[in-house]
């Protein structure tokens, strides 16, 4: 599965969506990455379920967010 940037559409990051046992019983979804790091953010939206989520790559958070000129 992969997350895309929600603005520009380039992969923030590439994984499985996976199903875990928990040690009290029952079962969760997880977004296993192995050892690979997002290229921006990854947006939940309020969501337990990867597939609803979205992404913001790291060049798309420079546009939003400029950084602060101290005087």
């Not at 977004?31 to 337990?48: A, H, R």
């Amino acid at each position: 599965m992969k997350i895309k940037c929600k603005e520009c559409g380039e992969l923030v990051i590439e994984g499985d969506v996976k199903s875990v046992t928990k040690e009290n019983g029952g079962t969760r979804t997880i977004f296993d990455t192995g050892i690979e790091k997002p290229l921006g953010t990854i947006l939940k939206n309020n969501s337990g379920n990867p597939k609803d989520w979205t992404g913001l790559c790291s060049e798309c958070q420079k546009l939003q967010n400029p950084p602060k000129v101290k005087k």
